[in-house]
Nanobody
Framework: QVQLVESGGGLVQTGGSLRLSCAASGGTLGSYVMGWFRQAPGREREFVAAISRSGSNTYYADSVKGRFTISRDNAKNTVYLQMNSLKPEDTAVYYC?????????????????WGQGTQVTVSS
């Protein structure tokens, strides 16, 4: 069973950048499709980005396309989410998730393991 720990959240002004990290332990990261999701108060958890096991394929929600970049370093058992040009509507708790499959999905319920989340707040 893999354990996931997110870090890198914080408070940033509109237009700023943050880099989130998700460190995995207890498993081989290369066996998992990885995703980033977010949840704002009063809203459902939503897909942000996902990456295939090798890192060769990436997928993004329309709302973050061109601003966010997902990447992974399987040797370091870490997944990243680089967030640029941040907007107040990006404010949420960000979660990384792992799916023991080769098939990438954007549906939260199809991910097997979740981190505890990291808060991102973008001030206007």
């Amino acid at each position: 069973q893999v354990q996931l720990v997110e870090s890198g959240g914080g408070l940033v002004q509109t237009g700023g950048s943050l880099r989130l990290s998700c460190a995995a332990s207890g498993g081989t990261l290369g066996s998992y499709v990885m995703g980033w999701f977010r949840q704002a108060p009063g809203r459902e958890r939503e897909f942000v980005a996902a990456i295939s096991r090798s890192g060769s394929n990436t997928y993004y929600a329309d709302s973050v396309k061109g601003r966010f970049t997902i990447s992974r370093d399987n040797a370091k058992n870490t997944v990243y989410l680089q967030m640029n040009s941040l907007k107040p509507e990006d404010t949420a708790v960000y979660y990384c998730a792992a799916r023991l499959s080769r098939v990438v999905t954007t549906r939260p319920r199809e991910y097997d393991y979740w981190g505890q989340g990291t808060q991102v707040t973008v001030s206007s």
